[in-house]
């Protein structure tokens, strides 16, 4: 992020709350993070694994399968291709979850995870959302951490919600993100950034 974007995010806060520019300025600039290309169903497999725990306990399941998938001297995007209902459960899988990484698996086998960039994010969102245990919130962190876009809003986000509401009161948070368009993805990292430090 260029220091004028970060001023724009600064000046873009301050009519709506105050208190949420502050906090911006404090927090410095921020952009995507970058992570390893393991391919789209690797990816969603992760977010998989993080859905309804807390990022500790998905960081420990993750970090077990990298760990099986190096045991095998295996790509993470081959081991989890390969994975079957037993290795994924002795990683930490539920039951659910596994079915979930099992259907990422045969929809990858099928060609659906196929360019999954440049294409609208409601049409890959769609096409996603076929597979077992795939939703719109999947859809969108797919689009935020691995396709990088610059404006999708996660509404479906507990954390992004709880935080925004914080600074913005009755206000919607869809309506109020729109005024960070086309950078409302960015918004959103700013808000994970401050979820981790305002008290529940």
Same mark, same amino acid.
């Given at each position: 992020? #260029?220091?004028?974007?970060?001023?724009?995010?600064?000046?873009?806060?301050?009519?709506?709350?105050?208190?949420?520019?502050?906090?911006?300025?404090?927090?410095?600039?921020?952009?995507?993070?970058?992570?390893?290309?393991?391919?789209?169903?690797?990816?969603?497999?992760?977010?998989?694994?993080?859905?309804?725990?807390?990022?500790?306990?998905?960081?420990?399941?993750?970090?077990?399968?990298?760990?099986?998938?190096?045991?095998?001297?295996?790509?993470?995007?081959?081991?989890?291709?390969?994975?079957?209902?037993?290795?994924? !459960?002795?990683?930490?899988? #539920?039951?659910?979850?596994?079915?979930?990484?099992?259907?990422?698996?045969?929809?990858?086998?099928?060609?659906?995870?196929?360019?999954?960039? %440049?294409?609208?994010?409601?049409? !890959?969102?769609?096409?996603?959302?076929?597979?077992?245990?795939?939703?719109?919130? #999947?859809?969108?962190?797919?689009?935020?951490?691995?396709?990088?876009?610059?404006?999708?809003?996660?509404? %479906?986000?507990?954390?992004?919600?709880?935080?925004?509401?914080?600074?913005?009161? !009755?206000?919607?948070?869809?309506?109020?993100?729109?005024?960070?368009?086309?950078?409302?993805?960015?918004?959103?990292?700013?808000?994970?950034?401050?979820?981790?430090?305002?008290?529940?």
């Amino acid at each position: 992020m #260029s220091p004028e974007l970060h001023q724009w995010f600064i000046a873009q806060a301050a009519p709506l709350s105050p208190r949420l520019a502050q906090d911006i300025a404090a927090l410095g600039p921020v952009w995507f993070p970058d992570r390893a290309d393991h391919g789209p169903a690797a990816y969603l497999a992760r977010v998989v694994v993080g859905q309804q725990i807390s990022a500790a306990a998905a960081r420990g399941i993750w970090a077990r399968i990298e760990a099986a998938a190096e045991a095998e001297s295996a790509s993470l995007g081959a081991f989890l291709a390969a994975a079957d209902l037993a290795t994924l !459960r002795r990683c930490g899988l #539920s039951g659910n979850k596994v079915k979930a990484v099992l259907s990422i698996n045969a929809a990858a086998a099928g060609g659906a995870l196929e360019a999954v960039h %440049g294409i609208a994010h409601a049409d !890959r969102s769609e096409r996603l959302c076929r597979i077992w245990g795939i939703g719109p919130w #999947s859809c969108d962190m797919l689009a935020i951490f691995y396709c990088r876009e610059p404006d999708i809003w996660p509404q %479906g986000d507990l954390a992004v919600a709880r935080v925004f509401r914080r600074y913005i009161g !009755r206000r919607k948070p869809e309506r109020a993100a729109a005024r960070f368009a086309p950078y409302r993805s960015v918004l959103a990292l700013y808000l994970w950034r401050l979820a981790a430090s305002v008290p529940t």
